[in-house]
T-cell receptor, first 115, second 112 residues
């Protein structure tokens, strides 16, 4: 149990366009989901925490207007990178809390490349 | 933000050897977690620890929650090639929306 599906796994987009990444909990209800960004050979950097039905809580330094998070249901959270810029290129990973007591199940990540 | 200390950044071992990784923090955590990340994938939970002093095993993996609640170690015995990857420790405080604080990770290479 406790499977988190993240889609797409890879996406290439042009500068100025927007990209949506989906994170779904497949076999449990996720009241809280977390979005991370990871640079090559670096640790996971928490971007924001989203709770179902309420506004996301963003970490310091993360632009909420650029990284739009929606957690409209107990099984789906989306991250939209708006007006993408090459510096937004990164590996984005979601995590959902729920299911087993340990809580934090990660998606398989999305490699975003902005050209 | 706060990070846990993991060092060295990389470790190289021979297949069959044991390896131990340490994780330290200046702050107390109520839960310690160890994750493994393969290239291009999300982290996968290896072991979760909930009590100070707790020693938990998962196959060839053994992890301990330090008595001071400021450290944890992970031991891998009889390493095999598929143990290659990045190993992250993570700490968590108790709370409804408690975030995980991650270490920088240790990249493990196993020579056949």
């Amino acid at each position: 149990g406790a499977v988190v599906s993240q889609h797409p796994s890879r996406v290439i987009c042009k500068s100025g366009t927007s990209v949506k990444i989906e994170c779904r909990s497949l076999d449990f209800q996720a009241t809280t989901m977390f979005w991370y960004r990871q640079f090559p050979k670096k640790s996971l950097m928490l971007m924001a925490t989203s709770n179902e039905g309420s506004k996301a809580t963003y970490e310091q330094g993360v632009e909420k207007d650029k990284f739009l998070i929606n957690h409209a249901s107990l099984t789906l959270s989306t991250l939209t990178v708006t007006s993408a810029h090459p510096e937004d290129s990164s590996f984005y990973i979601c995590s959902a809390r729920g299911g087993r007591a340990e809580g934090y199940t990660f998606g398989s990540g999305t490699r975003l490349t902005v050209v | 933000g706060q990070q846990l200390n993991q060092s060295p950044q990389s470790m190289f071992i021979q297949e069959g050897e044991d390896v131990s990784m340490n994780c330290t923090s200046s702050s107390i955590f109520n839960t310690w977690l160890w994750y493994k990340q393969d290239p291009g994938e999300g982290p996968v939970l290896l072991i979760a620890l909930y009590k100070a002093g707790e020693l938990t095993s998962n196959g060839r993996l053994t992890a301990q929650f330090g008595i001071t609640r400021k450290d944890s170690f992970l031991n891998i015995s009889a390493s095999i090639p598929s143990d290659v990857g990045i190993y992250f420790c993570a700490g968590r405080l108790t709370g409804a929306n408690s975030k995980l604080t991650f270490g920088k990770g240790i990249t493990l290479s196993v020579r056949p």
